[in-house]
């Protein structure tokens, strides 16, 4: 009897033993990510054409910051974000204005949930997950700041001091993580309800301890991650912590089927770290534009072979450059057949 991929997919993130690894791979579609269609058209093609046993739907980068107010100049990107022209959150006190978002008349989230609707009537046998950020992402970029260590948003030229706010407005630091939540938990809802199988939810740089403590980190992320991911009824969810000494041990007790996280990242452990939830890693994401496709037929087979007779999702560690190769793609893709 065969197995179908939706089949396969779910029995993989149960933990269930199944007929094989499962495989995908993404990117940034710079020049389709403007609207639902276009977004949609891209995915699909990308789907179709490498046969991904299942597919992580990539949004633009800054679409939940947009649905609460930021805006950006699309024609002007660097690496996978446009660069940010307005900000909501300029003075330490203006956090105090985030409030919750009508998802049913938001605009950036209504593009979204038809974009998802569109992949899923052109994809009805594929597993599709939505990316989504952590609440304490999103506020990051309504500050200005990326949720990176060191680093600020494209265009951002004066962000609010993070540490500052808050140690000032701590209050009202929490009633906007809680506004964002809420509104992320009703989108989850909305994402199930066109077809989403899950959520690819990305808590962005933001478990790296020199931006976060765990004290710190269990006060802003964790009730908040929780109101979000708990949120989604019958689909999966993969979290991704991204980036360095980003702590993949630190979520095996959330809500979660599978963690995602960077092996090859300063700071973090290999495939052989013990996790209760399903592994979704194995290749280094930044080597599919330089054609060394024996490299990631290596380290796929590596991952493989770590993986043996355990639940696995084979995938770069995160997205893959705008300029990957359909040859290192193919390889990649060819690592589980």
């Not at 800054?62 to 022209?85: C, H």
């Not at 046998?125 to 680093?151: A, H, R």
């Not at 980190?217 to 360095?244: M, Q, W």
Request: proline share 4%.
């Amino acid at each position: 009897m065969s197995i179908t991929k939706k089949q396969r997919f779910e029995q993989i993130l149960n933990g269930e033993k199944t007929d094989r690894s499962i495989v995908n791979g993404w990117h940034h579609f710079l020049d389709k990510e403007q609207t639902a269609t276009d977004l949609a058209e891209a995915t699909i093609d990308f789907a179709n054409k490498f046969d991904w046993d299942w597919i992580k739907v990539n949004p633009r980068a800054t679409y939940l910051a947009e649905a609460f107010g930021n805006k950006y100049d699309f024609n002007d990107y660097r690496w996978v974000f446009p660069r940010q022209s307005h900000a909501i959150i300029n003075t330490l006190t203006d956090v105090w204005n985030v409030e919750e978002v009508n998802v049913a008349t938001s605009a950036p989230l209504q593009e979204q949930l038809e974009a998802v609707r569109l992949i899923r009537e052109g994809l009805p046998e594929t597993p599709i997950i939505q990316t989504v950020f952590s609440p304490l992402t999103i506020l990051m970029f309504l500050t200005g700041n990326s949720s990176y260590v060191n680093q600020t948003m494209y265009g951002s030229e004066a962000p609010v001091d993070f540490k500052k706010l808050l140690k000032t407005e701590r209050t009202g630091v929490h009633r906007a993580l809680h506004a964002i939540a809420m509104t992320m938990a009703k989108y989850v809802e909305a994402l199930e309800a066109v077809g989403a199988d899950g959520l690819f939810y990305a808590v962005t740089g933001t478990a790296h301890p020199d931006l976060f403590d765990e004290a710190a980190f269990n006060e802003l992320s964790r009730p908040y991650d929780l109101i979000v991911l708990n949120a989604l009824k019958k689909g999966k969810r993969i979290l991704h912590t991204c980036g360095a000494h980003s702590q993949p041990a630190r979520f095996d007790d959330y809500p979660v089927e599978g963690i995602s996280w960077d092996t090859e990242a300063e700071g973090n452990p290999g495939l052989e770290l013990k996790l209760k939830k399903t592994k979704v890693a194995g290749v280094d994401h930044q080597i599919f534009e330089g054609g060394d496709e024996a490299f990631i037929k290596q380290q796929a087979k590596k991952a493989l072979d770590v993986m043996k007779d355990q639940s696995f999702l084979l995938v770069p560690n995160c997205a893959v450059s705008v300029k990957a190769t359909e040859e290192a793609l193919n390889t990649l893709r060819s690592s589980v057949l």
